[in-house]
């Protein structure tokens, strides 16, 4: 099974979202493996967005994301990452598709309710920055068995 992280956002703190993004994610089937609020740092901020340093809106997307704790989030589940991105959907809200999160929830590229790994190596790292090896738990749920035929396992 693979693992994600998605980050509920400030935005979605703000508008009183986090209870219809959780609810998203757990009818898909996904199994949520770990969940915590927190306050980010510029240096976890800094870490997180890396690939951004340098360009003119570095600075403001770390800012957005100080602005209130957040959410973050381990989920599980087979393609997991994948699942993940595509109930999303696009970064931009406004240019989502309906029926996806932001599709659905946002009009921001930036105030876009929710961050999500976007491969299976980016999980990896980032689920190791916001979490400790602890504070991911593996349990049984008994409809599981509902959820995957013998052979996607």
Known sequence: MEKT?????????QRGLVGEVTKRFEQKGLRLAGMKMCQLTDKQMSEH?????GKPFFQQLKDAMMVTPVIVCCY???GAVEVVRQM??????????????RGDLSMSFQENIVHTSDSLETAQVELKRFFRDDEIFDYE????????AADEL
């Open 88 to 101: 999303a959907g696009a970064t931009s809200g406004r240019k989502a598709a309906p029926g996806t999160i």
């Open 49 to 53: 967005y890396a690939q951004h340093a």
């Open 5 to 13: 992280l998605v980050i509920l956002k400030p935005s979605c703190l």
């Open 141 to 148: 749920q008994p409809h599981f068995q509902f959820l995957y």
């Open 76 to 78: 599980e589940g087979v």
